[in-house]
Nanobody, 123 residues
Framework: QVQLVESGGGSVQAGGSLRLSCAAS????????MGWFRQASGKEREGVAS???????SVKDSVKGRFTISRDNAKNILYLQMNTLKPEDTATYYC?????????????????WGQGTQVTVSS
């Protein structure tokens, strides 16, 4: 059974930082594409960043230079380092995986999802 468990969310002031983690089990983690998505209240879920099985990252333009995605294949953990946070980054952040090594930032391409972790950025 695939499980993705996010942690690290919280409330910060604008300009602050958070690091999200996602612990994965039940998959061959090292072979899977992993991604971070977010969904703000009243908005559609959007892709934030993804990383292929061989550590090739892709990051949404609006967070480039502020967010960094990384993975530890030995520990089956996915990370999202978020710096210089802005109020518009407020959302529930989800970890997801798809059963292939290559990635996209389209939510429909992903097979399994975590329960989400809330990030709130105040101005």
């Amino acid at each position: 059974q695939v499980q993705l468990v996010e942690s690290g969310g919280g409330s910060v002031q604008a300009g602050g930082s958070l690091r999200l983690s996602c612990a994965a089990s039940g998959i061959t983690y090292s072979r899977n594409c992993m991604g971070w998505f977010r969904q703000a209240s009243g908005k559609e879920r959007e892709g934030v960043a993804s990383i292929t099985s061989d550590n090739f990252p892709s990051v949404k333009d609006s967070v480039k230079g502020r967010f960094t995605i990384s993975r530890d294949n030995a520990k089956n953990i996915l990370y999202l380092q978020m710096n210089t946070l802005k109020p518009e980054d407020t959302a529930t952040y989800y970890c997801a995986t798809r059963r292939v090594w290559f990635c996209s930032l389209r939510a429909d391409d992903y097979d399994y999802w975590g329960q989400g972790t809330q990030v709130t950025v105040s101005s």
